[in-house]
């Protein structure tokens, strides 16, 4: 019987590479890509934020407070009563986002009678939220919104430019940006989740 010799030997084994290591692999990809799909869906729905510019939403909002949008949310609804949106008046991009409270949905009919909103000629019970409005502007008579129209109001009543004026006027669905859904603190403002008012 031959005796192997000893000493060095430049034979290499062959790797072979194990069911347990490709599964693990595959595992890890898994992993790496639901984060990865995650973190695109994070910023395509709230990955987005505006500044507030001006005082028309105090004192829910604050004039240079910064706010993140929910951009998902009107794809598969429409806005609700009470809610707040971020739009472009007449989808104009040379504006600058507005934030307004949605007051009147499509279909509805909104007049400011006496300082006070009337839907569909009954009076919104507002409560003490909200100044009665000095100026109706053009609802001053009956606005009737058709599909896909919504009348907006500042909670800052009576320093507010919003769909009483002619500028602004009625906002279309696809004008909407979003919902705004977080307020950033700064400046003295409180921080948190932007409420709707019912």
């Known amino acids: 019987m031959a005796r192997r010799k000893k000493g060095l030997s430049f034979y290499q084994k062959k790797k072979t590479i194990s069911r347990s290591l490709v599964a693990e692999i595959a595992s890890w990809a898994f992993v790496v890509a639901m984060a ?8 395509f729905t ?31 609804s429409s806005p609700d009563r009470g809610e707040v949106i971020i739009f472009l008046p007449h989808g104009n991009e040379n504006y600058h986002y507005y934030t307004k409270r ?6 509805e009919s909104v007049q400011i009678i006496d300082g006070k909103l009337y839907i569909d000629g009954a ?3 507002e409560g003490d939220a909200f100044d009665l409005m000095e ?15 919504f009348f907006v109001l500042g909670d800052n009543r009576n320093n507010s430019e919003d769909s009483r004026s002619a500028d602004i006027g009625i906002v279309m669905k696809n004008w909407i940006i979003g919902k705004a859904w977080f307020k950033l603190g700064g400046d003295g403002a409180a921080s948190g989740f932007i ?3 019912d």
């Open 36 to 43: 990865v799909l995650l973190a695109f869906v994070i910023v």
């Open 46 to 76: 709230i990955g987005r934020y505006t500044t507030v510019i001006g005082d028309s939403m105090n004192p829910t909002l604050v004039n240079g407070q910064k706010v993140l949008m929910n951009r998902l949310e009107y794809m598969v």
């Open 102 to 107: 949605v007051v009147g949905l499509p279909g």
């Open 123 to 125: 009076l919104l019970e």
């Open 135 to 149: 100026e109706a502007g053009i609802a001053s008579t009956a606005i009737n919104l058709g599909e896909n129209e």
């Open 195 to 197: 409420k709707a008012v």
